[in-house]
């Protein structure tokens, strides 16, 4: 796994109209679909290499490869 997602205790749509509080990799994985989906909008020629390296440039808990935990 490369990039982590929300997917706990997601607010989703229910009968009646309601809504509940789920969690899973099927609520994460859509939310990275829409990053990438969004990323190549803008920039349509980006390779999947490139995109990655985006998408771990921009990430809130990005760690260098190499780097310790001491920084």
């Known amino acids: 796994m490369d990039f982590g997602a929300p997917g706990v205790d997601i ?17 994460a994985a859509p939310h990275v679909t ?8 803008k920039h349509p020629y ?9 998408l771990r440039a921009v990430a ?4 260098a490869q190499g780097a310790s935990d001491d920084n």
Do not use: D, H, M
């Not at 829409?34 to 909008?41: D, E, F, N, P, W």
């Open 34 to 41: 829409g990053l990438v989906a969004r990323i190549l909008s």
């Open 60 to 63: 809130s808990n990005a760690v």
């Open 11 to 27: 607010t989703v749509p229910w009968l009646s109209g309601s809504t509940i509080a789920s969690t899973g990799n099927s609520f």
């Open 46 to 54: 980006l390779t999947p290499y490139e995109v990655k390296t985006v």
